[in-house]
């Protein structure tokens, strides 16, 4: 088996590095159809993905059973500024992995968000809940979505939300900073969510792989809380005061920071399609965070 992950400096793709590495993800072991595996990791300083070019001449001096694309720009404000570098990025790169993965009858698997939803009602979004962005980055990943799936027919799209890893910048250690100099922050409480541990991500994403179930997946750790829940949960393991997180509404944070994306306000996703396939091992994100704590050392 070889596999290409491209992006693969970024958190969820320190994670496939990991588990392909050592076998095994937090929540179970690696299918043994990937010992032995050929893995090719790399970023954008090695494959532009949004070179065609470039991405075509990689894949003729290469070949693989597998593409991973974990390349993206994640920054949701900056997306709303640089509308067309996200696009190309999100959605133009994708669909050159994709074309190209698939001349060589490789699968392809694409990760995208949360963020393709409207978020206007509660509750949870199944695989086929009608789409509709209402930011920058999530128009361009729905559109990475779509191009990908008309490209590879061997293709999987897998949604995610709210990641983080050992390895990259995210939530948890921005409050963890936030805690550690300041000792207070105003975090928002009425965007409802699913924390997400990159290395269970991982985890699914090799499942799938050894699957030919292509698709929408959703790929979320399980039960809902808003990013001021979150905040409290990690500051607390941290040994602060969870009070030192004051919830605040979408509004008040709009008015305080302008130029930020809209995010959607209830984005929670069901993982119904892994469910159908190969079992939903995602655990609660408590306990996703829980672990998270106990190997902080992983990301030094
Ligand atoms: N982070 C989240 O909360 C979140 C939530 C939902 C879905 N997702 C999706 O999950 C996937 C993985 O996210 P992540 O958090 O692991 O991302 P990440 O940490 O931001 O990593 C993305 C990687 O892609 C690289 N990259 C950017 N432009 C590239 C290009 N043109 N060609 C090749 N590589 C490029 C980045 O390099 P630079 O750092 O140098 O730009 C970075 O190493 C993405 O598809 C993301 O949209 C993430």
């Known amino acids: 088996m070889r596999i290409l992950v491209t ?15 050592t076998g095994t993800a937090e929540i179970g072991p690696v299918p043994d159809v990937y010992a032995g595996v050929k893995a090719h990791f790399v970023d954008v300083d ?9 991405v075509d001449a990689f894949f003729v001096d290469d070949s693989f059973d597998a593409v991973v694309n974990c390349a993206a720009m994640t920054n949701v404000d900056g997306c709303e500024t640089a509308e067309d570098a996200a696009y190309r990025v999100n959605a133009l790169g994708p669909e050159n992995l994709a074309r190209a993965s ?31 962005p209402i930011s920058a980055y999530g128009r361009t990943k729905l559109a990475g979505e779509e191009l990908s799936l008309a490209a590879n027919t061997r293709t999987f799209v897998v949604r ?4 983080y890893g050992y390895v990259g910048k995210n939530f948890v250690k921005t409050m963890l900073r936030l805690a550690h100099e300041l000792g207070a922050m105003e975090v928002v409480d009425d ?5 997400t541990s990159a290395n269970d991500l991982a985890y699914e ?11 929408i997946y959703h790929c979320t750790n399980k039960g809902i809380c808003s990013w001021a829940e979150f905040a409290k949960a990690i500051v607390e393991r941290a040994g602060f005061d969870p009070a030192i997180v004051t919830p605040c509404t979408s509004d ?12 959607p306000r209830y984005s929670a996703l069901k993982n119904k399609h892994l469910e159908e396939t190969v079992g939903d091992k995602m655990r609660p994100w408590n306990l996703a965070l829980d672990s998270y704590f106990a190997n902080l050392k992983l990301g030094q």
Do not use: C
């Open 46 to 54: 090695e494959l532009d993905i949004t070179d065609r070019d470039a």
């Open 160 to 163: 995610t939300a709210w990641l």
């Open 205 to 215: 994403i090799l499942q799938l792989l050894t699957t030919e179930e292509y698709g």
């Open 252 to 263: 008040e944070y709009a008015a305080a920071h302008p130029l930020a994306a809209r995010r």
């Open 191 to 195: 965007q409802m969510g699913n924390p």
């Open 7 to 21: 992006g693969s400096k970024g958190q969820l793709g320190n994670e496939l590095r990991r588990l392909l590495a």
């Open 102 to 132: 698939a001349r060589q009858g490789a699968k392809f698997v694409q990760v995208s968000t949360d963020y393709v939803f409207p978020g206007d009602e509660p509750g949870e979004r199944i695989e086929s809940d009608v789409t509709g």
